[in-house]
T-cell receptor, first 113, second 120 residues
Framework: NAGVTQTPKFQVLKTGQSMTLQCAQD?????MYWYRQDPGMGLRLIYY???????DKGEVPNGYNVSRLNKREFSLRLESAAPSQTSVYFC????????????FGDGTRLSIL | AQTVTQSQPEMSVQEAETVTLSCTYD???????LFWYKQPPSRQMILVIR??????QNATENRFSVNFQKAAKSFSLKISDSQLGDAAMYFC?????????????????FGQGTILTVHP
């Protein structure tokens, strides 16, 4: 059982390049989330998708776009990468009922030079 | 907006001893959930334990238990009989209970994390 799968696991970009981080879950979850984790800080929500066909901004959405391609997949795009976006990115999903916890992927370490 | 504070950047414990990690939060909501997540060096985010605010009884999962003080907005994690495998970063997280018609949609607000070292 794969759970939440993120690709790639590592990536190095140059400033100004674009990139899409992929996330897929096989648990038939309704809600999906993208977080970033910076040193000394907890995870911060970038965007989320409460259900297929909807997306909303989180705490730190600037510089990112998302697509909920279908119920399984939720991608995060950096159109013009900046060094400030160097971080570890986590995708998570949740079934839907309010008491259900989020399940996380293993993260993508992204470095922007 | 809700905030979560973990005031201990680092903690250490001897193997087989007990350690308590602190967490406080600020919210005006009455219905919410609290979580502790463990992040080992592998970077995985592993759910350790959760507490529903409407439950007075403290949650317990094997060697892990919480001390939930709703009035004080405190949610500490106690690890008993610490093991080397418990070494990790621990995050406290808050989630609103107001999904239906609300704007939280289950998003988590995290504390800054506490690095736990376990000495053999």
């Amino acid at each position: 059982n794969a759970g939440v799968t993120q690709t790639p696991k590592f990536q190095v970009l140059k400033t100004g390049q674009s990139m899409t981080l992929q996330c897929a879950q096989d648990m038939n979850h309704n809600s999906m989330y993208w977080y970033r984790q910076d040193p000394g800080m907890g995870l911060r929500l970038i965007y989320y998708s409460a259900s297929e066909g909807t997306t909303d901004k989180g705490e730190v959405p600037n510089g990112y776009n998302v697509s909920r391609l279908n119920k399984r997949e939720f991608s995060l795009r950096l159109e013009s990468a900046a060094p400030s976006q160097t971080s570890v990115y986590f995708c998570a999903s949740r079934l839907g009922p309010v008491e259900q916890p989020q399940h996380f992927g293993d993260g993508t370490r992204l470095s922007i030079l | 907006a809700q905030t979560v504070t973990q005031s201990q950047p680092e903690m250490s414990v001897q193997e087989a001893e007990t350690v308590t990690l602190s967490c406080t939060y600020d919210t005006s909501e009455s219905d919410y959930y609290l979580f502790w997540y463990k992040q080992p060096p592998s970077r995985q985010m592993i759910l350790v334990i959760r507490q529903e605010a409407y439950k007075q009884q403290n949650a317990t999962e094997n060697r892990f238990s919480v001390n939930f003080q709703k009035a004080a907005k405190s949610f500490s994690l106690k690890i008993s009989d610490s093991q080397l495998g418990d070494a990790a970063m621990y995050f406290c997280a808050y989630r609103s209970g107001a999904d239906a018609g609300g704007t939280s949609y289950g998003k988590l607000t995290f504390g800054q994390g506490t690095i736990l070292t376990v000495h053999p």
